[in-house]
């Protein structure tokens, strides 16, 4: 099974459609268990949809980035 830290290294090429297919499904395996990936999923393709139509070179807003950095450290502790 993914982590979480895995999912956002991968998220990029999964989102472009690059992830060997067996990746891909593991991700989404996580993502079923997993509301804060989903919601970062979505955010980050609300973002790089905005970069790709309006704004070009905009990255995930370092405030989610860092959020979601805070949400699994949190889990990780508490598991
Ligand atoms: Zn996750």
Redesign the pocket.
Known sequence: MIC?KE?LELLCDYLDGELDPKISASLEE?FQD?P??IAFVNTYKSTTHISRTTMKNVEIPEVVQARLKKFIDEHKSKQ
């Open positions: 979480c999912c996580h997993c804060p990936c």
